[in-house]
C-alpha cells in the first residue's frame, strides 16, 4: 500500500499559500494590523514571528516524545516565551529605533494564535525536520501577508516604500491608512480581493468538471 | 506617569480602547461577535482574567525587580495568565455550567488574548502604580466588552441585510472594525 | 479481574511529571540566560548610543555626558552601570563642554499624546532659567499632524522657555495654550489642528521639571565642573 508521505516541498507551500495564516485562516491578527504601518516594520516582524516559529517548532518536535500531554499546553507557552524573550533581546541589540517602533508586539508573539496552533496540530506529532519546515512556510506565508498590508498602507499612507519615496513632494499622504482604521480596511480589501480570486477559481473548475462529464 | 485614575479609566474604554486604537483581542473581537449572548459574557470572562492578570503581573513585576531577573518576566507573566485562566474555567465551571458550556472552546483562548498579556505589559511600560494598572485593567476590560457589544450588535442585523456573498465573513468584520475604529478616533483627547 | 487495573486511563506518574517540566525549565532557562548574557553588551551600547544621540541634539555644546538621579530627598548621585530609578528619583544629562565646564541640562518627559504616550528630552539651561529645545524620544503620533511638532516652525520658535525654580515647584506652571493665544514666555503656543500633541509635549516638560528644577538649584554649583 503507497502512502503519499507530504513531500517536503508540500510542506512548505502549504504555509506559504493553502493555508496562509493571514489571508486563509485569519488567525494572529493583532500585530498584523499593529505594525504595518511600514513596510519595514511589517517585515521584521514577519522576519521575527518566523525565527519564533521554527524554533518553537523545532523543540517542541525534538521534545514531543516526553511531554506528558495533561500540561502540553501550558509546557509549548512556555518554550514559545522563551524563543521570543530571545527575539526581545537580539532585536534591541541590533536597532533600538526598529525595537522602539515594534513595541510591545515583539513580546505580544507570545501569544500569536499561529504559532500555538501550530505546535498543538503539527509539531507535536511530527519529528523535527518536517515540523520545522512546515513552520518555515507558515512563517514566510504570514511575513507575505504583513507585507501585503505593510506595502500597501505605507504607499497610500506616506507615500514611501521602505522609506524610499516614490510620489514626490506634492503628494497628499491618506493618513487614515496608518491609522486603526486603515489597517481595519486594508485587511478586509485583500481579504474581499482573495475571496473573489478564489470564487473565480471554483467556477472555472466547475465548469471544466461540467465539461467532462457531459462526454 | 501622572495619569489620573479617572484619566486612565476613559482612556482604555473609549480614546485608545484595546480592541479598535491598540489592536489587542482581534482574534475573539472577530471570532466570537456573531451573536450578542455570547459576546456579552465573552467579554465579562475576559474583563476578570484581565484583572487578576493585571494584579498578578504587578506582584510579579516587583519581585522579578527586587531580584533582578527581568529577563524572565515574559515567561512568569504569561504562566501566570495561563493559570489565571484554568482558575477561571474551574470555577465557571462549578458555579455556572450553563455558561461554560455556552462559551466553549472561546474560554481557553483567553489565554491567547492579546490583550490580557497586553495589560500586563503595558502596565509595565507605563510604570504604573497599582491603582493605576488595576483601573488600567478594568477600563481596557470594559473597552474590550464595549467594542465587543458593539460589534456583535451591528453583525446580527447584518445578517438579514442584502451582503454581497464576496464581502460576508471576516471581510465584511474587518470593513465593521474599520468604521467603529474610525468612529472611536473622535473620543481622542476625551481623557484630557 | 485484573483488568480493572488496565482501564485505567494512561496517566503520566507524578514523578515523570516533575522530571520532565523541570528538564523543560531547565533548557529554556538556559536558552534565555544565554540570549541575556550574550546580547547584553551590545544592548547597553546601543542604549548609550541613544542617550549621547537625543543630549547632544539638545544640548548642541556639549561633548561628554554624566548621568545623575536626583532623588526624592534633594540629594544628587551619580548614575551606576545599569542602575536602576530609585522611586521618586528623576534622571537626568549633565552635558560638559570641552573644558569641563556645564554646557546644559537635559532629561526626558512623557506625556499623553493623540496614540500612546510622547516621550521627548528637553534642556534646561541653569544659568538663564530657560528650557532651551527638546527632541522627541519616542512618539506614535499621526505623521503629518502630530508629528509636526519637530518641524512646524512657530512651534519651535515657543523656546526657549522660562522655567525658574521657586521652592518645591516651579514659578510658573509650563502650560500648552491655544494656537495664538500666547501672552507669557512660559507659555507653549500650539499648532493649531495639532493641540493634543502640542499639549503633551506641554505636560511632560512642565511634569519632569516641576520635580527636577528645585532639586538641581542647590547643587548647581557643584555641577557646573565636570566631576
Known sequence: ?215 | MSESVAQIFINALLANNFVLAMFLGLCPFLGVSGKLDTAFPMGVATTFVMLVASLCAYGLNVLLTTFQLEFLRLISYIVIIASAVQLVEMVLKKYSPALFRALGIYLPLITTNCAVLGVALFQTAREYDFLQSLTFAIGGGAGFTLALVLMASVRERLQLSDVPSVAQGTALSLMLAGILSLAFMGFAGLGG | MSDATQILPDMTPATAMIRTLGLIAAICGLIIVAAYQGTYSAVQENKRIAVERAVFKVVPAAKSIVEYFALADGELRKVGAGEMAPVGAVKFYAGYDEAGKLAGIAAEGAAKGYSDFVRILFSWDPVKNQVTGFSVVASRETPGIGDKITVDNDFLANFPLEAKPDGKALAHEIRTVKHSSKTNPWEIDAIAGATITSRAVGKAINDTAQMLLPRLAPHLEELKEKP
Open chain 1, 1 to 215: 500500500m503507497s502512502q503519499t508521505t507530504v513531500s517536503t516541498w508540500e510542506e512548505f507551500m502549504e504555509g506559504v499559500w493553502r493555508q496562509n495564516p493571514v489571508f486563509v485562516m485569519v488567525l494572529g491578527m493583532c500585530p498584523v494590523l499593529a505594525v504595518t504601518v511600514s513596510g519595514i516594520n511589517a517585515l521584521s516582524m514577519g522576519v521575527a514571528t518566523t525565527f519564533v516559529l521554527v524554533c518553537s517548532c523545532g523543540l517542541i518536535s525534538l521534545l514531543r516524545k516526553m511531554i506528558p500531554k495533561e500540561v502540553r499546553i501550558a509546557t509549548y507557552i512556555v518554550i514559545i516565551a522563551t524563543f521570543v524573550t530571545v527575539v526581545d533581546y537580539v532585536i534591541q541589540a541590533v536597532s533600538l529605533a526598529l525595537y522602539d517602533a515594534l513595541g510591545a508586539f515583539i513580546q505580544l508573539i507570545v501569544v500569536n494564535c499561529i504559532i500555538l496552533g501550530r505546535a498543538e496540530a503539527h509539531a507535536s506529532k511530527t519529528p523535527p525536520l518536517p515540523a520545522m519546515t512546515n513552520a518555515l512556510g507558515m512563517g514566510i506565508g504570514f511575513t507575505i501577508g504583513l507585507l501585503a498590508l505593510g506595502c500597501v498602507r505605507e504607499i497610500l499612507g506616506a507615500g514611501t516604500l521602505f522609506g524610499l519615496s516614490l510620489f514626490g513632494t506634492g503628494f497628499q499622504p491618506w493618513v487614515v491608512m496608518v491609522l486603526p482604521p486603515g489597517g481595519f480596511f486594508v485587511l478586509g480589501a485583500w481579504l474581499l480581493v482573495f475571496a473573489a480570486w478564489e470564487r473565480r477559481k471554483q467556477r472555472k473548475l466547475a465548469a471544466q468538471g461540467g465539461g467532462v462529464q457531459h462526454v
